[in-house]
């Protein structure tokens, strides 16, 4: 069996933390999706950055992926996201379009504040259905700021994470 791989997509950080997490509890590689144009992460230019991710949302944008994502690598591939006007940055739209996630597991987390997964998950379900896609992790943003150890351990149970070693 191939070794997992953890991919993010994080400007602020709080999927990143949540990732590195994961990634210390499951032995899984680590990588961030980046995308061709980075966004600002000053939290000072939040509304610049909700301007902006709502205009791409709007208009359907796929923003580029910067770096090349070996999937192939990998059977299981966990994919971490902030929540963007209810729904995943467009760049995660780009990512399930421009890879081939069948026959691969997908274990979805996000960060958000308040709304869950949005739906998500179902929409990660709906664009890859050659996959197959387990319980994701909707935590709190603030709650992935100040630790999400004891809830990722117990998601990691509830789906029965095996751990590679």
């Not at 059977?75 to 209810?86: A, N």
């Not at 700021?145 to 117990?154: D, L, P, S, T, V």
């Amino acid at each position: 069996m191939k070794k997992g791989l953890i991919l993010y997509f994080s400007v602020y950080g709080t999927a990143k933390l949540v990732a590195e997490e994961i990634a210390r509890q499951t032995n899984a590689e680590l990588m961030e999706i980046e995308p061709v144009v980075p966004y600002d992460s000053d939290r000072n230019h939040y509304n610049s950055l909700a301007r902006l991710a709502k205009r791409e949302h709007d208009t359907d944008m796929r923003p580029q992926i910067k770096n090349r994502l070996p999937l192939e690598d990998y059977d299981t591939i966990f994919i971490g996201y902030p929540m963007w006007w209810y729904t995943f940055p467009m760049i995660i739209y780009t990512l399930f379009e421009a890879y081939d996630f069948s026959g691969k597991t997908i274990i979805p987390f996000n960060t958000h504040m308040g709304s869950g997964d949005g739906g998500t998950y179902k929409t990660i379900k709906e664009l890859c259905p050659g996959a197959n896609v387990l319980k994701g992790l909707p935590i709190e943003m603030s709650d992935a700021e100040g630790g999400a150890e004891n809830a990722i351990k117990n998601w990691l149970e509830n789906i029965n994470y095996q751990v590679l070693t």
